[in-house]
């Protein structure tokens, strides 16, 4: 595992969390960041995402407003803050690297990160 995440927790609803997740800079620096959230038995799907440099960034729908991601590339950091946290948004969470050379893109698409932290559960009681 070349990307570590953390900063899960159980937490009430309207709670915020803050995730955080570290990867080797060679990786880091040449790559769009993202974060995916699964269930058991559920499809892995994308929450939210940052081009390289941090000049992009995209979310699903129900993050808009809530969730904000950012990149500190000094750190080799990624986050991934999440305010007023439902039951909805209980999963574990991952981050992903996706190696790229555009400075915008920002990929919703789970086979295009080839690099994956092991995740960290939240979970958010009503």
């Known amino acids: 595992v070349q990307l570590q995440a953390s900063g899960g927790g159980l937490v009430q609803a309207g709670d915020s969390l803050r995730l955080s997740c570290t990867a080797p800079?060679?990786?880091?620096?040449?790559?769009?960041m993202g974060w995916f959230r699964q269930l058991p038995g559920k499809e892995r799907e994308f929450v939210a995402g940052?081009?390289?440099?941090?000049?992009?960034?995209r979310y699903i729908e129900s993050a808009k407003g809530r969730f904000t991601i950012s990149r500190d590339d000094a750190k080799n950091l990624v986050l991934l803050q999440m305010n007023g946290l439902t039951p909805e948004d209980t999963a574990v969470y991952y981050c992903?690297?996706?190696?790229?050379?555009?400075?915008?893109?920002?990929?919703?698409?789970?086979?295009?990160?080839?690099?994956w932290g092991q995740g960290t559960l939240v979970t958010v009681s009503s």
């Open positions: 940052i081009s390289r440099y941090g000049g992009n960034t």
């Open positions: 800079g060679s990786i880091f620096k040449t790559s769009a």
């Open positions: 992903a690297a996706r190696r790229t050379f555009s400075t915008m893109e920002v990929t919703t698409r789970r086979e295009n990160y080839s690099y």
